[in-house]
């Protein structure tokens, strides 16, 4: 049948020009170090939002080399956009001009602060051995590394592919992600019109696949009291005793409650495989003096007190649930205790989100992790969340996974660091799962 000629006629020079490919990708050793140690270089802290606009033109000049159209776009008045700290992404695009699907790679190009512990120059990207070193190396500018890699090497060896392939750079997603991620969402840049597949090379392991993450409530619980003299508390009434009897319920009810909650969501680590609830703060009466300040503190009845909950839950749950939960035990503390008296806010939420394991998008990227390192991949989900919550919400985009260099737990520590083999095997696991995203007709 002449059908089944052609198709295993363009099958089989796909094939062999695989190892071309895996060539190339081996080849650009010394490229992939250069360009991950330029990008550590850049210091892009956030807060408060550094050097956004001098990234997007140092991966501008980059990737217009390698035939890619840039834009550039600022999202203007979102938290923390200012003209001395603007948010500026970078999305840029690659098409033969045959049609096809788009494969979109994403990275978030912002950084967490450099915090105390370090031995080398956190901005410095020094090679040692293997590993480069610097604030990001794993989170995620390696990973934003081996993706442009990848894409220059398979571009290269298939230059007439269908299709397009995107590569963005977007600020923000350490706080968040609204002036990265989700203002491009919301300007149509995820819509399934355009994309079809997206890659985020966050630091997940080379040889796992992140499907998704655990949803999130952050809410303000206040207790309310009344002010009075420290030496009569009778005529007061302490909101901070208020908050501890909510404590104490809660350790009596809430967290035995919550570790019965066990999910099937694959979340690593193991003891993220349930729902959690952090008490994030308690602030009652009066602030912590100033550091310079000698005085004592006066004698007042705190008349309010607040605690800040996150609360992280799963696929079986459902948000109403999650706070009725916490509504019921004020109620149940407000019926044992005279006076009690408490309001609470919400103040964030995401819900959990998780890709099909027979999505498009995974099965290319399981196909090539199990043909590159010879083993199946693990299927994990993140305990918190990442950009995919506004690819999903927002974009409506739900064939998207986090697949990426580098090991999770060295993200925001002293001496982060990427392996440069690391780098080089998820360059060429990205490669191959395009050869299936984009497969020659
Ligand atoms: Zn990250």
Not at 23 to 43: F, G, M, V
Not at 136 to 144: H, P, S, V, Y
Not at 387 to 398: A, L, S, T, V, Y
Request: aromatic share 8%.
């Amino acid at each position: 049948m002449p059908v089944m000629t052609s198709l295993s006629y363009t099958a089989s020079m796909n094939m062999n020009s695989i190892p071309a490919f895996l060539n190339e990708i081996d080849q650009s050793k010394d490229d992939l170090i250069e360009l991950t140690q330029a990008l550590i270089r850049i210091p892009t802290l956030n807060p408060p939002g550094e050097y956004y606009r001098d990234i997007c033109d140092f991966l501008h000049q980059r990737l217009r080399k390698s035939g890619f159209e840039t834009e550039f776009v600022r999202a203007t008045g979102t938290p923390g956009d200012s003209d001395r700290y603007p948010r500026w992404n970078i999305i840029a695009r690659h098409t033969s001009g045959n049609s096809g699907d788009c494969v979109h790679f994403n990275s978030h190009t912002d950084v967490v602060e450099v915090g105390k512990g370090w031995t080398l120059d956190p901005f410095g990207g020094d090679l040692v051995g293997d590993r480069i070193f610097g604030r990001g190396a794993c989170d995620m500018k390696g990973g934003l590394a081996a993706s442009i890699i990848a894409a220059e090497a398979f571009i290269k060896t298939w230059p007439d592919y269908p299709g397009s392939i995107e590569i963005s750079g977007t600020a923000d997603e350490e706080s968040g992600g609204f002036g990265g991620v989700a203002y491009l969402a919301e300007h149509g840049y995820f819509s399934p019109d355009k994309v079809q597949h997206v890659i985020i090379p966050e630091p997940l392991n080379k040889d796992r696949v992140c499907l998704g993450h655990r949803g999130v409530w952050w809410a303000e619980i206040e207790t309310h009291g009344r002010i009075a003299h420290g030496s009569m508390p009778f005529l007061g009434d302490c909101a901070v005793r208020h908050m501890g009897a909510v404590v104490t319920e809660m350790e009596h009810s809430l967290f035995p409650a919550l570790q019965l909650k066990r999910t099937d969501m694959p979340v690593v680590p193991e003891g993220a495989k349930q729902s959690t609830m952090n008490i994030n703060s308690i602030h009652g009466g009066q602030a912590e003096p100033a550091a310079d300040y000698t005085g004592l503190p006066s004698a007042v009845v705190p008349d309010t007190c607040k605690m800040v909950i996150d609360r992280r839950f799963l696929m079986e749950e459902a948000l109403p649930e999650v706070k009725a939960e916490v509504h019921d035990l004020l109620e149940a503390v407000k019926s044992n205790r005279t006076d009690f008296n408490y309001s609470i806010k919400d103040m964030f939420e995401v819900q959990p989100t998780m890709t099909d394991k027979n999505a498009p998008v995974v099965t290319a990227v399981s196909d090539a992790i199990e043909q590159i390192l010879g083993k199946p991949p693990a299927y994990v989900v993140s305990p918190g969340t990442y950009d995919q919550k506004h690819i999903d919400r927002i974009g409506r985009m739900n064939n998207c996974i986090a697949y990426g260099p580098g090991i999770l737990d060295l993200a925001h520590q002293p001496d982060e660091y990427i392996s440069v083999t690391d780098m080089l095997d998820s360059a060429k696991v990205m490669g191959i799962a395009l050869t299936q995203l984009l497969p020659h007709q």
